[in-house]
């Protein structure tokens, strides 16, 4: 189970409070037995232009897909590994 305190903190890194950035986390599938995939988008909050997404399942954390600022990563292992790449690669970029 993903603990969303640490998602938390790591999305609050990505889009810091005052900047124009923020995420929103929702449920896009759920077989109602276990089983659910969350998918984190970030957007520019004066245009709603969306420019990340990823998608993972909340019991493993296992990722998906995600894309970030046309940018696709590959070789995705857990939700809190691919937030701390995607924030190393913001940070540099």
């Known amino acids: 189970?993903?603990?969303?305190?640490?998602?938390?903190g790591i999305l609050n890194k990505i889009?810091?409070?005052?900047?124009?950035?923020?995420?929103?986390?929702?449920?896009?599938?759920?077989d109602g037995q276990g089983y659910t995939?969350?998918?984190i988008s970030f957007f520019n909050i004066p245009d709603l232009k969306t420019?990340?997404?990823?998608?993972f399942e909340e019991e493993s954390g296992k990722v998906q897909k995600c894309v970030f600022r046309n940018h696709c990563f590959r070789d995705c292992g857990n939700i809190i590994d691919t937030l701390l790449d995607v924030y190393n690669y913001q940070r540099s970029a």
């Not at 189970?1 to 938390?8: G, I, P, Q, R």
């Not at 889009?15 to 759920?30: H, L, Q, R, V, W």
Request: net charge negative; glycine share 10%.
């Open 51 to 55: 420019f990340g997404r990823i998608a």
């Open 37 to 39: 995939i969350l998918m």
């Open 15 to 30: 889009t810091p409070a005052g900047g124009n950035d923020t995420f929103k986390i929702e449920c896009i599938y759920s």
């Open 1 to 8: 189970m993903v603990s969303f305190e640490h998602l938390n």
